[in-house]
């Protein structure tokens, strides 16, 4: 009797390919990332300030301990243990998902390698390198936009599949 994982790629179908293609975003996001944080931390020191277009982009180096706008500063082991459950719960959705939900499974992608990104971030120094600053939002970095996107992707995918205009699926034989 053959035994099957769930989490392995069903090589005949496709799924290797796209395995491969959700993986290779995510590492491109996640690299992209902390790239960008390797040559702020590099090149500014906390504080530091520097003009990127005119008035409209700053490059300014924060260290974050907390999450978005700051919040739960100091909260690290809980925002590993989310990021750890996160992880799992979007390597485990893009398995599962059907290869025609290329948006969805792109959305995960992004937003994946945005939340590796930070948690290595978190694991490594204890709190997250911000550094894009429009002066009217606080400061944050390319790891955080790539989880906003993700999210916009994710929710865009699923209002497509499950929203007021929904086409009957074919899988489900409805009409």
Request: hydrophobic share 55%; glycine share 10%; net charge positive.
């Amino acid at each position: 009797m053959k035994t099957k994982c769930f989490l392995l790629p069903k090589w005949k179908s496709g799924y290797a390919w796209s395995s491969l293609f959700f993986f290779t975003v995510a590492l491109l996001v996640f690299i992209l990332d902390q790239g960008s944080k390797f040559w702020v931390v590099r090149h500014l020191a906390p504080g530091e300030t520097w003009p990127l277009l005119g008035n409209l982009l700053f490059l300014t180096y924060v260290r974050n301990p907390g999450a978005a706008f700051g919040i739960f500063a100091y909260k690290t082991p809980f925002f590993i243990a989310i990021s750890f459950v996160m992880i799992i719960l979007m390597v485990i959705a893009a398995h599962i998902l059907p290869l025609r939900h290329l948006l969805l499974r792109c959305g995960l992608a992004v937003l994946l390698g945005g939340v590796v990104g930070n948690l290595y971030d978190r694991l490594q120094t204890g709190f997250v390198v911000d550094f894009l600053d429009l002066r009217f939002w606080p400061v944050f970095n390319l790891a955080d936009v790539a989880i906003v996107v993700g999210v916009f992707m994710v929710v865009i995918g699923l209002s497509r599949r499950f929203g007021p205009f929904e086409q009957a699926d074919p899988d489900q034989g409805g009409g």
